[in-house]
């Protein structure tokens, strides 16, 4: 059993900044990718950021260049900074860890950008 530990989400104002944090515990031995989804009311879940132990990096294009993924891989975490947000970054953000290529996810966390 994978279990994962999201914290930080909450109200933040346009064009704010935001800090998401997971820690991975349990059966982690062979964790690979971690990162962070998001789904909004309404549409499919899809990727934010991702990051290797090794540190190669995915973003999505809608995130890309106001967004920072890191990880500390002898601590099992994985932050993502995201900056200037905007109401359409409303949504709930899941934590996923790639343990011996099977996603685990957490439960999630809502972020709400609202005035």
């Known amino acids: 059993q994978v279990q994962l530990v999201e914290s930080g989400g909450g109200l933040v104002q346009p064009g704010g900044p935001l800090r998401l944090s997971c820690a991975a515990s349990?059966?982690?031995?062979?964790?690979?990718?971690m990162g962070w989804y998001r789904q909004a009311p309404g549409k499919q879940r899809e990727l934010v950021a991702t990051?290797?132990?090794?540190?190669?990096?995915n973003y999505a294009d809608s995130v890309k260049g106001r967004s920072t993924i890191s990880r500390d891989n002898a601590k099992n975490t994985v932050s993502l900074q995201m900056n200037s947000l905007k109401p359409e970054d409303t949504a709930v953000y899941y934590c996923?860890?790639?343990?011996?290529?099977?996603?685990?996810w957490g439960e999630g966390t809502l972020v709400t950008v609202s005035s």
């Open positions: 996923v860890a790639v343990v011996r290529f099977r996603p685990n």
């Open positions: 349990g059966s982690i031995v062979g964790i690979n990718t």
């Open positions: 990051i290797t132990s090794g540190g190669f990096t």
